[in-house]
């Protein structure tokens, strides 16, 4: 089901319960010479959220759960390196190459080439109708950059979600991992199966193993974790953002404690009302 905003472009929406048509993210994911075909609604009051947590706890999951609930952009700069990847090799800058290498191993890519990157991409944060971001920040260095980013245009964060997963879950979760090689979107093995082996529900694209989910790289990911992202956290509650969630139960079960918590937020904040329409365009899950 397709719809359309104020300004006549197209915006889709669910279409049933557990059925999610994903917003086009081409500005993101290809950068700023591709268009976008269909973007968020206008809203007086979007949503500027930051989803911070180790890798494996649900965040891509919960940002593509989130999206069509809030009526934002999924920006993740996770899915922008490996949409890079999937160029052919002539078509991939020195920097990509070198970021592609640094996420094999299971390394943070250096700062400068990430900020490069996202500030080529600055409108989808600074015009587009509200986002989350997801897997962005991911050090200091960035969180200071992206503040300053958006102090400039005079925008400001609504809430950083964190979420919070015992070690043995989050292992549990990344080897069973299958990601759309054509949408980016997440199934689980077990947890989260798609209707067809080995076929995305959405696009009909090829599910394949992350490269960075072998043991190996899965250690890396998570010192690199608790060396640089985890001090986020401190830096986000100083701040006033932070909102915790215990990222255990079923997807359904942690978006809906999200939402939850969203709304109380947006009602504290006065701005409730704009806020809570955009909340129930979406069925629960
Ligand atoms: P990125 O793609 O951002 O990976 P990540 O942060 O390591 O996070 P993941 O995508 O691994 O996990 P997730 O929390 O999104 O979990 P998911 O929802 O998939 O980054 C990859 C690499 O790119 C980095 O290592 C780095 O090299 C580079 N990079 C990217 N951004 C960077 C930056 N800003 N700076 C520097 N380098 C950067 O879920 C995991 C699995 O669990 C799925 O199979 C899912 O189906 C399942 N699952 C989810 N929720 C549940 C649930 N509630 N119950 C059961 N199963 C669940």
Redesign the pocket.
């Known amino acids: 089901m397709t719809t359309v905003t104020a300004n006549g472009t197209p915006r889709r929406k669910f279409i049933g319960m557990n059925v999610i048509i994903k917003k086009d993210r081409s500005a993101w994911l290809q950068g700023p010479s591709a268009k976008c075909s269909a973007v968020p609604g206008e809203h007086k009051h979007p949503w500027r959220l930051i989803l911070l ?1 180790a ?8 940002a593509e759960l989130l999206t069509g609930r809030l009526d934002v952009c999924h920006l ?4 922008v ?1 490996r949409a890079a990847g999937e160029r052919l090799d002539r078509d991939q800058s020195p920097a990509m190459k070198e970021a592609l290498e ?2 094999r191993r ?4 250096p700062d400068s080439t ?1 900020w490069e990157m996202v500030r080529e991409r600055s409108s989808c944060i600074l015009d587009c109708g509200g986002f989350i971001l ?6 200091l260095g ?1 969180a200071e950059s992206l503040k300053e980013l958006m102090e400039q245009e005079k925008l400001s964060l609504s809430a950083v979600v964190n979420y919070e997963l015992p070690l043995d879950e989050i292992v549990r ?2 080897s ?3 990601t759309c090689g054509k949408c980016k979107s ?3 093995v077990t ?2 199966r798609p209707k067809a082996e080995a076929v995305c529900d959405h696009c009909g694209g090829r599910l394949y193993q992350r490269e ?1 989910d072998r043991p190996e790289a899965i250690t890396v ?1 998570l010192e ?1 974790y608790e060396r640089s992202t985890a001090p986020l956290i401190q830096f986000y509650k100083d701040l006033g953002l932070l909102l915790p969630i215990v ?1 255990t ?3 359904g079960e ?1 978006v809906a404690q999200t939402m939850d918590k969203l709304d109380e937020l947006a009602a504290q904040r006065g701005d409730g009302d704009d806020r809570r329409t955009t909340l129930h365009l979406a069925p629960k899950l």
Request: glycine residues 20%; positive net charge.
């Open positions: 947590g890798p494996g706890v649900g965040k891509g999951t919960q993740s700069t996770g899915d390196f640094y996420m299971g390394e943070l890519v990430v997801d897997g962005f920040p991911r050090t960035q979760r990344l069973g991992r299958r997440v199934f689980h947890e989260r960075d990911r690199a990222a139960g079923s997807p942690i």
